[in-house]
Antibody, heavy 119, light 107 residues
Framework: QVQLVQSGAEVKKPGASVKVSCRLS????????MHWVRQAPGKGLEWVGG????????IYAQKFQGRVTMTEDTSTDTAYLELSSLRSEDTAVYYC????????????WGQGTLVTVSS | EIVLTQSPATLSLSPGERATLSCRAS??????LAWYQQKPGQAPRLLLY???YRATGIPARFSGSGSGTDFTLTISSLEPEDFAVYYC?????????FGQGTKVEIK
């Protein structure tokens, strides 16, 4: 079965970068498509980006373009989300989730990683 | 991008009552819509997908309907564990988008 385990909480200063990891077990990254969703305190869910299962392209939400990078280490089945030029509005819980196929939905989620941006 | 608008923002009901939540899309998403439940401090849980199919292990009191731009999530008789926030999400086009959520609270 799919399990996603994320790295621990981070505290960063404005302007810095953060890199959150998500380790997959039960499957390999080559079999699934990794996505990231974030949730600011007391707010709703916001899709950050993910891999299109149809063609393997990485797609980012427009608002994060230029600041976000998603990478994968297939040797350890670990995915990474890096967000740069952090601002206070980036304070949120960041979740990883996987799509099993192109018609898939977010059935499996990591436990979330709280990223706090504060001076 | 497709905007999903959920209503109402908050629904105050008693256990045993019926809950009806709405999700409206800014353009057609066919039936490529899912509903998630989220409780405080937890990751979202997939309830329904493709508008009307229950995910594995989801009780029959949860049902979904709709196509195109208008969708409904119905909880036939609220159990204490159903008080939570519910989100809709579309996968018809990129970027994937979520509604802003409906909180179902105890009256």
């Amino acid at each position: 079965q799919v399990q996603l385990v994320q790295s621990g909480a981070e505290v960063k200063k404005p302007g810095a970068s953060v890199k959150v990891s998500c380790r997959l077990s039960g499957y390999t990254l080559t079999e699934l498509s990794m996505h990231w969703v974030r949730q600011a305190p007391g707010k709703g869910l916001e899709w950050v980006g993910g891999i299109d299962p149809e063609d393997g392209e990485t797609i980012y939400a427009q608002k994060f373009q230029g600041r976000v990078t998603m990478t994968e280490d297939t040797s350890t089945d670990t995915a990474y989300l890096e967000l740069s030029s952090l601002r206070s509005e980036d304070t949120a819980v960041y979740y990883c989730s996987v799509l099993m196929h192109s018609a898939g939905w977010y059935k499996h989620w990591g436990q979330g990683t709280l990223v706090t941006v504060s001076s | 991008e497709i905007v999903l608008t959920q209503s109402p923002a908050t629904l105050s009901l008693s256990p045993g009552e019926r809950a009806t939540l709405s999700c409206r899309a800014s353009q057609s998403v066919n039936t490529y819509l899912a509903w998630y439940q989220q409780k405080p401090g937890q990751a979202p849980r997939l309830l329904l997908y493709d508008a009307s199919y229950r995910a594995t292990g989801i009780p029959a009191r949860f049902s979904g309907s709709g196509s195109g731009t208008d969708f409904t999530l119905t909880i036939s008789s609220l159990e204490p564990e159903d008080f939570a926030v519910y989100y809709c999400q579309q996968r018809n086009t990129w970027p994937r988008t979520f509604g802003q959520g409906t909180k179902v609270e105890i009256k």
